[in-house]
């Protein structure tokens, strides 16, 4: 399928959603603290998204499988070992664990996306690490955002920083286009070889991803249907980005 290039007055529109996206993030962040419920953040994020004029693009997103409910939540709230689309619930959040906040809007017709992974209070060594190491494969793989480099550069950017740490890559999850669509051409992994893949053009946006491990890749659906966890119980770990390809440096459009 052919990549959607967007001008630049389109991706001026994507950084004001990209925008409120970040000052979402920036109120919900802290509020993850020992005792709160995901679902209180949910309902939060909901009202913020409201009150910046924004429609949230995740809640009433329709499942890929036959069968399951569309996503219930504005964000999603995944903590310890969920890797991706976490459900918020009623069930507080504990000293030590850690808790992945993904949230999306819509603003005039186009999409903006970001992810952070957060302590909640006091955490091991190991989780501290994982959430350092994940957040500098995200940087890393921005580094690649440049005209004439292809979809592997970023994809091997993401690996190579985290298995350098002892880390595992999911594969089963990756970044995406962004644009009038939530999820856009191409598909961003995060594991590859540089050079190959789609050349990386001006114009085109990406929502890069990286999702770590402690553990192996290998990941399982709840019965939800929505819910990835790490198969073997590890902690997991997503930061995310959106990031415009210029003539020159990246643009990341979903922080100051």
């Known amino acids: 399928m052919a990549l959607t290039l967007k001008s630049k007055e389109q991706i001026e529109i994507m950084r ?16 993850v603290v020992p005792g709160v419920t995901t679902l209180d953040l949910d309902t939060r994020a ?7 004029g924004a429609e949230p693009a995740f809640l009433g997103y329709p499942a890929s499988s036959p069968g399951v409910p569309p996503f219930p939540g504005v964000i999603c709230s995944s903590p310890n070992d969920v890797i991706v689309h976490g459900i918020p619930d009623t069930r507080p959040l504990a000293e ?9 809007c819509r603003y005039k017709g186009f999409f903006g996306d970001s992810a952070y992974t957060h302590a ?11 959430l350092s190491v994940t957040a500098e494969s995200l940087e890393e793989a921005i580094k690649q955002c440049r005209p004439g480099n292809r979809i592997g550069d970023i994809s091997a950017a993401v690996q190579v920083c985290a298995e350098a740490a002892g880390f595992g890559i999911v594969r089963e999850f990756v970044g995406h286009g962004i644009g009038e669509r939530m999820h856009e051409p191409p598909h961003v992994p995060n594991f590859g070889r540089p050079a190959q893949g789609r050349v990386l053009k001006p114009g085109l946006v990406l929502a890069i991803e990286p999702m770590v491990t402690v553990g192996g890749f290998e990941t399982k659906i709840l019965e939800d249907g929505w819910t990835a966890v790490t198969r073997d119980g ?14 020159g440096d990246p643009y990341v459009l979903s922080r100051p």
């Open 96 to 104: 030590g664990e850690i808790l992945s906040i993904d949230f999306g």
């Open 120 to 130: 909640v209070g006091e955490v091991s060594e190991t989780a501290e690490k994982l």
């Open 46 to 52: 909901k009202e913020l998204c409201r009150e910046k």
């Open 234 to 247: 590890s902690l997991a770990a997503h930061f995310e980005h959106t990031v415009a390809i210029t003539d």
């Open 16 to 31: 004001h959603a990209n925008m409120i996206v970040y000052e979402v993030h920036q109120e919900l962040k802290p509020m």
